[in-house]
């Protein structure tokens, strides 16, 4: 779909071009004097003796009106076609609740089809998007756009590579034309810096009312990043050059930290140099949390500079709006972080060792707190690393009863939840840093399970429907505001999962298999393909359709025993739900046997193609298909998405990366 935050950049080209389309105001550094360059021909006198717009200045103003009707049209269609989409999507799931075929939803629309296929979906290249370029087993360099991505990229480096050169006076000499380019790149680094921050921030409002993911936001932020190095560079050299060409380049050396203006404007050009430097994909993956810190710290000394150089500049409110972006976000964090974790009690994570390298964390929760499918939280255990929060999905949540609670009749909803305390579980792989410091603990526990105080910051990824007091209210704004895509719409809905990534679907199957038995989705057919390297140490002697038994000959079927037992045991589980477990190195495939018709186990590869065409072809209604695990594992099942003309067939990826 046309995501709604490409035109809402859009439109804040619009305002740079305002800005940086107006008569420029240059400022020279050595008197600190301000004044205003204005072409000679065709310019005019105001009162004063103060020169009046020139023939220039109007052909910009033109261009800049020009330009905003334009992209505030882009965004226009692009919001009421978002709109149009989600309504669609709303009354398909009213229409088809009680509707078994729901042939009319598995018809495909042509142009539809083909903008998916050869633009939505499509990697740059042929197949290759998430599956990253690696370098070793722990370091990547990252993966490629879409091509819908790279044409947006495009678009927008584009746009302010023209912002950048338009209507500069070039035969004017170098004196004029360097301070002109000088004040425009210097305008469009800040102008771009509100997004740039904005797009950042943990708590963008964006990423759930557009229901749009955080990979993409995090894609568009760092080559936000680079445009604003680049033109910071730009700003900066076009000063030195000039003032070097005019008094001689120690003059110019001096200059730069003469003032606080000067030494501000040194500053900020350092630290976004800085910024660009530790920040390729290759550093980012090697050493994360040291790139985190730095990222911080060398973001905090640009706003400093930024603060000095800009404080006598009318382009000092585009830095107030950076400012205010970054404080609330900071704020709503540290509210959140106190909200949840401190009530009658504080919050504790019980930690379990599990089989293949792996970690369960059930967090108990200081005050209730109702999860969906597809959020996640952030965690914080001080005594394991005092510094930071790790993101992790929530494999399971429930509420239980508080023994603490001071029990009295319950008068109403909020009184049962008072009552009541929430239980979250992750499932944790251990890896390098914070998860490695924590395996490391609870394996020297002789039992393998230790108790720690802990911060959950949460949750993200959906608008909570407790944002609205009145149910069907709250039902419906949050499908017209996007949020997590619940698939209540789909009647048959394909889940993938490679390893760790199992955490991410189980939410959706029991989800679905709830709505299907109490008729409130339109989903009749959820399949679950979970694709797991090896089995674990023991043998299972016999058969049984329960994956209680199952997990007894499969390690990695232990990280969700208990909460596939519960999903296995919900009522008409069967009429709905079928499980695809493959194995891709099993010791022997003897050892691999299929429960039931329901739950089937197989050696090896799965075929992605084959799994998406089989489905498709007997698919209920339209088909939601989702994945979440290895970037090689998402392009086979995007790619097999592609190739499905015929039925109406929509792609989702989950994925997590920085």
């Known amino acids: 779909m046309f995501p709604l935050h490409y035109g809402c950049l859009l439109v804040g080209f619009a305002g740079q071009f305002a800005a940086a389309g107006s008569p420029l105001h240059l400022r020279d550094e050595d008197d600190g004097q301000k004044s205003s360059y204005q072409g000679k021909k065709g310019s005019g006198q105001r009162h004063g003796g103060q020169q009046g717009p020139s023939t220039m200045d109007m052909e910009k103003l033109q261009l800049q009106h020009y330009l905003y009707f334009i992209l505030a049209a882009i965004v226009a269609l692009m919001f009421v076609y978002r709109i149009t989409l989600l309504a669609v999507r709303y009354i398909r799931t009213i229409t088809c609740m009680n509707n078994e075929k729901q042939a009319y939803f598995a018809i495909p629309s042509d142009t539809w089809q083909f903008l998916r296929r050869h633009l939505l979906y499509a990697p740059l290249g042929r197949t290759r998007h998430s599956r990253e370029f690696q370098v070793s087993s722990a370091v990547n360099v990252g993966t490629m756009p879409t091509r819908f991505q790279t044409l947006f990229l495009a678009c927008y480096i584009g746009l302010n590579a023209a912002f950048c050169v338009v209507s500069i006076h070039w035969r004017s000499g170098s004196t004029v034309y360097l301070a002109e380019l000088r004040n425009r790149t210097g305008v469009l680094a800040v102008v771009n810096m509100v997004p740039l921050f904005l797009l950042a921030a943990r708590n963008n409002p964006l990423i759930s009312w557009l229901n749009f993911d955080f990979d993409s936001f995090n894609l568009i932020h760092r080559w936000l990043g680079r445009i604003v190095v680049l033109e910071s560079l730009v700003h900066t050299l076009a000063y030195m050059i000039a003032k070097g060409n005019r008094d001689g380049w120690s003059v110019a050396g001096r200059a730069l930290v003469h003032g606080p203006f000067m030494i501000g404007g040194l500053i900020g050009t350092c630290a976004f140099v800085l910024l660009l430097l530790h920040s390729p994909s290759l550093i980012r993956h090697a050493f994360y949390e040291t790139f985190l810190q730095l990222h911080i710290a060398f973001a905090t000394a640009s706003l400093v500079g930024l603060w000095l150089h800009l404080k006598d500049l009318p382009h000092f409110r585009y830095l107030t709006c950076v400012l205010i972006i970054w404080s609330l976000e900071r704020f709503i964090r540290m509210a959140r972080l106190v909200y949840r974790n401190l009530g009658r009690s504080s919050t504790e994570a019980t930690v379990e060792l599990l089989p293949g390298d792996a970690m369960r964390v059930k967090l108990s929760i200081a005050r209730p707190w109702t999860s969906r499918p597809g959020q996640h939280l952030f965690v914080y255990m001080p005594s394991i690393q005092w510094w930071s929060l790790h993101p992790f999905s929530v494999a399971w949540s429930q509420q239980e009863d508080d023994l603490s609670a001071e029990k009295g009749l319950a008068m109403n909803r909020q009184d049962i939840m008072q009552m009541q305390k929430t239980t979250m579980s992750l499932v944790i792989r251990r890896r390098t840093g914070f998860t490695d410091k924590l395996f490391q603990k609870v394996q020297s526990s002789p039992t393998g399970v230790i108790s720690l105080r802990a911060c959950v910051e949460g949750p993200y990824g959906e608008l909570r429907a407790s944002y609205f007091r009145d149910a069907e209210t709250s039902v419906l704004i949050r499908w017209l505001l996007g949020g997590v895509n619940s698939f209540h719409s789909y009647g048959t809905v394909l889940l993938f999962a490679g390893g760790i990534g199992i955490t991410h679907q189980v939410p959706y199957v029991r989800d679905l298999v709830l709505g299907f038995a ?118 086979d099942v995007r790619h097999a998405v592609r190739l499905r003309d015929d039925k109406s067939v929509e792609f989702v990826e989950h994925s997590f990366s920085w």
């Open 518 to 635: 109490n008729h409130t989705v339109a989903a009749r057919k959820v399949v679950l393909v979970w694709v797991i390297q090896s089995p674990g140490e023991h043998h299972c002697p016999r058969l049984c359709d329960d994956v209680a038994c199952l997990t007894e000959c499969e390690e990695h079927l232990e990280w969700i025993r208990p909460y596939m037992t519960t999903i296995l045991g919900l009522p008409r589980r069967r009429e709905v739900l079928r499980i695809l477990l493959f194995v891709t190195r099993p010791r022997s495939t003897a050892e691999i046997h299929s429960p039931s018709e329901t739950v089937q186990m197989f050696p090896g590869r799965p075929n992605i193609e084959t799994i998406v065409r089989q489905e498709s072809e007997n698919q209920v209604g339209a088909m939601g298909v989702s994945v979440c695990g290895t970037g090689s594992l998402s392009d």
